[in-house]
């Protein structure tokens, strides 16, 4: 980990979640050449799969669904799910920042959502673990989870990424549904810009079925009021946590004072795994989803950030909805 960056973990998502409607999507402009496999749109970054339905549930057992590691071990010098953001110009590091109190937060074991699942996949030859939620969108087909669980800026793209809705101690009830595409805002793949730790893969039908209308999806907002009361879900896997079932934390949003991100802080002590698991608006999982679990401070105990679904993130919604 590099030793500037600022040691955070949760997620939203699996470690480091008044209401104006989903606002229009931004007109998109027409592709241009991003990096190799990449297409550029407006303020979206895409990415296609390739891997088959057959070869990814074999990749895919349960001993390698066990064993993926939270995505804070990825090793790009500064993993946002492993509690670490880049500090910016002039801001210190953690280790010279004043330690803040902790706050009283514990995780709330939940049974399992059928919207809401685990993300795996793979980035330099290792399996990794993330969280994920089916959302609305027209194609009936699209996962909402953090940018850093499909794309890392010294790894690249992530691959062999699958949704597996519903996931409880190696069971994958509803199937493991493989991407076909995903999409972040290109802010994050340009130079994983912690205010935009926000993406969507786009998953292909499984057994003839979309995904929505297997298990559900729930409704997603952009650019609404700050300082909202949610509720996050995600797949703690780090300590101690072991990733094989669901948790929920609950409380209001707040600004990010230690960092001076964009992103809100809500009380919770999730660890990595859940990144990329979703924020309702309100009590439970029925609400509108606004955010994902993204990062944490190691000198503010017990707070998950996650990034304001401003209008990037929602242009990188409204080109995986499209496809």
């Not at 514990?106 to 673990?129: C, E, H, L």
């Not at 996050?232 to 409380?251: D, K, V």
């Amino acid at each position: 980990m590099n030793s500037r960056g600022l040691t955070a973990g949760m997620i939203a998502a699996s470690a480091l979640l008044a209401s104006a409607l989903m606002a229009a999507g931004p007109v998109q402009a027409a592709p241009s050449a991003g990096a190799v496999g990449t297409a550029v749109a407006g303020t979206t970054a895409s990415h296609a799969q390739d891997e088959s339905q057959a070869a990814l549930d074999a990749y895919w057992t349960e001993d390698r669904m066990r064993g993926a590691k939270p995505a804070n071990t990825i090793n790009s010098g500064w993993a946002a799910e492993g509690r670490s953001i880049m500090p910016k110009a002039g801001q210190e590091s953690i280790t010279k920042a004043p330690r803040e109190p902790v706050v009283e937060a514990r995780a709330t074991a939940q049974a399992p959502v059928s919207r809401i699942g685990k993300v795996f996949f793979t980035m330099d030859g290792q399996n990794y673990v993330c969280s994920g939620n089916s959302v609305q969108s027209g194609n009936q087909s699209t996962v909402a989870t953090a940018g850093h669980c499909t794309h890392d800026l010294a790894s690249g793209w992530a691959t062999n990424f699958v949704f597996v809705p519903a996931y409880s101690n190696g069971a994958a009830p509803y199937g493991k549904w493989t991407a076909r595409s995903l999409h972040a805002a290109a802010e994050w793949v340009a130079r994983n810009d912690i205010n935009y730790d926000g993406a969507f893969a786009v998953v292909n039908t499984l057994n003839g079925k979309t995904l929505s209308a297997t298990v559900g999806a729930s409704s997603i907002g952009f650019n609404m009021a700050r300082s909202l009361t949610y509720s996050a879900y995600g797949y703690p896997a780090a300590s101690p946590f072991n990733g094989e079932r669901l948790y929920s934390c609950y409380g209001t949003a707040s600004a990010d004072r230690i960092g001076g991100t964009q992103s809100q802080g809500i009380p919770c002590d999730m660890t990595g795994g859940s990144s990329g698991g979703p924020w309702f608006v309100g009590s439970g999982a029925a609400g509108t989803q606004n955010s994902v679990n993204s990062f944490g401070y190691s000198s503010q105990k017990n707070v998950m950030y996650g990034p304001y679904f401003g209008s990037s993130i929602q242009s990188a919604y409204s080109t995986a909805a499209g496809r």
